[in-house]
């Protein structure tokens, strides 16, 4: 009885509802880092090209937003080679000429697409701008970095996490569309014999 009752289970539409399970669960991560990305980049203080050639770059000036933690960090499009080398000082100057912050960076990337360099608090309504010295050029390897400077809550975070939502995607999501696939291809052979037995 208990074998005619698990026969008679709909296993089809149980199969699809778990195949589009699996795509969800894959997907969702990568779609929520990039809408949260999307939303990162309208509140970013500055967000400019930058060449990291050995030497100071200075970059325009910027109106320092609300009271708050704010990330400086430099971002990659597409992500550059793993063994990528960054080894960099930087310095928030005021309109003045005084030094708000200042820091190191020498690190590799890894992997990733970003990195944050460090963080400071600005006074609000304040016009500064960030002084790179880099301290040997970046072999990007084709990859076109933007310096980046925004709230701490906002950014590179789920920038790094990108590449691990992209990796999910593929582990779990690619199956479950294997999976629902090949349900289709089931279907619409067992209609063709319908078809050709009637």
């Known amino acids: 009885m208990k074998v005619n009752a698990v026969k008679k289970w709909p296993w089809n539409k149980i199969l699809i509802c778990v195949g589009w399970l699996l795509v969800v669960a894959g997907v969702a991560p990568g779609a929520y880092l990039l809408v949260r990305l999307g939303n990162a980049h309208n509140q970013k203080l500055l967000s400019v090209p930058v060449s990291l050639k050995q030497g100071a770059f200075t970059s325009p000036n910027f109106t320092a937003g609300p009271d708050g933690d704010y990330l400086i960090g430099l971002r990659w499009d597409p992500i550059p080679a793993r063994q990528t080398s960054v080894d960099l000082d930087w310095k928030i100057v005021a309109d003045n000429g005084s030094v708000v912050e200042h820091g190191s960076f020498n690190n590799l990337l890894r992997g990733a697409n970003a ?84």
């Open 115 to 198: 990195v944050t360099l460090g963080s400071y608090k600005p006074i609000s309504g304040q016009r500064e701008q960030i002084v790179l010295d880099v301290h040997e050029d970046v072999d990007q390897g084709g990859a076109h970095a933007k310096l980046e400077i925004g709230p701490q809550d906002t950014s590179w975070g789920f920038s790094e996490a990108l590449p691990f939502a992209v990796g999910w995607a593929e582990f779990v999501a690619g199956p479950g569309t294997i999976l629902l696939i090949a349900l289709a291809i089931l279907g619409a052979k067992r209609r063709r014999d319908s078809a050709v037995g009637a």
